[in-house]
T-cell receptor
Framework: AQTVTQSQPEMSVQEAETVTLSCTYD???????LFWYKQPPSRQMILVIR??????QNATENRFSVNFQKAAKSFSLKISDSQLGDAAMYFC??????????????FGKGTRLSVIA | DTEVTQTPKHLVMGMTNKKSLKCEQH?????MYWYKQKAKKPPELMFV???????INESVPSRFSPECPNSSLLNLHLHALQPEDSALYLC?????????????????FGAGSRLTVL
């Protein structure tokens, strides 16, 4: 079974600074998908960024980027120019290929990010 | 419409009550999921429906009864719950596809139903 590990229960960052959240995972599969989801106090789980394992290029979405190291099974999230609205719980998640259509997400324990004004 | 809608947002029930949580999506997704989330914990998978058929049941107690009456709706029927069942219940949906369409692998979540069992 796949597992996802987030070793930082809490992080803080100064507004406008950069912060990196860590995630490692364990799998024997060669093809899979990785995600970072954000869950603010409003509790809505929001997709931040996704990465396909078969792509070598790191995904980017505006101020959010990942450092995907497939051999090391590492998938860190970098948030640049942090904003107060980035404060939330961040979950790293793994998903096997959806060829069968119903593979669920496997979540890490989460990292709570605080943004200091 | 790119949303998953969950109702009610909040539910308080006694241990002898029967209630239901409802989830609706109109994105044409044919996989739907129920997750349970306790405070400061990650979501835990409960059930997965594929093409309106139950495909995964993560050994959930029978006091939780899922139902998928059509491709847009997912219900979770609750009966004789315990106080430890109090949690946020999240619904999600996703497309079906082979590899190559990466968007198919994204789960879209609803805002959740906060359940309190007294």
């Amino acid at each position: 079974a796949q597992t996802v590990t987030q070793s930082q229960p809490e992080m803080s960052v100064q507004e406008a600074e950069t912060v990196t959240l860590s995630c490692t995972y364990d799998t024997s599969e060669s093809d899979y998908y990785l995600f970072w989801y954000k869950q603010p106090p409003s509790r809505q789980m929001i997709l931040v960024i996704r990465q396909e394992a078969y792509k070598q290029q790191n995904a980017t979405e505006n101020r959010f980027s990942v450092n995907f190291q497939k051999a090391a099974k590492s998938f860190s999230l970098k948030i640049s120019d942090s904003q107060l609205g980035d404060a939330a719980m961040y979950f790293c998640a793994y998903r096997s290929p959806a060829t069968s259509g119903n593979t669920p997400l496997v979540f890490g324990k989460g990292t709570r990010l605080s943004v200091i004004a | 419409d790119t949303e998953v809608t969950q109702t009610p947002k909040h539910l308080v029930m006694g241990m002898t009550n029967k209630k239901s949580l409802k989830c609706e999506q109109h994105m044409g997704h044919r996989a739907m999921y129920w997750y349970k989330q306790k405070a400061k914990k990650p979501p835990e998978l409960m059930f997965v429906y594929s093409y309106e058929k139950l495909s995964i049941n993560e050994s959930v107690p029978s006091r939780f009864s899922p139902e998928c009456p059509n491709s847009s709706l997912l219900n979770l029927h609750l009966h004789a719950l315990q106080p430890e069942d109090s949690a946020l219940y999240l619904c999600a949906s996703s497309q079906f596809s082979g590899t190559g369409y990466s968007g198919a692998n994204v789960l879209t979540f609803g805002a959740g139903s906060r359940l309190t069992v007294l």
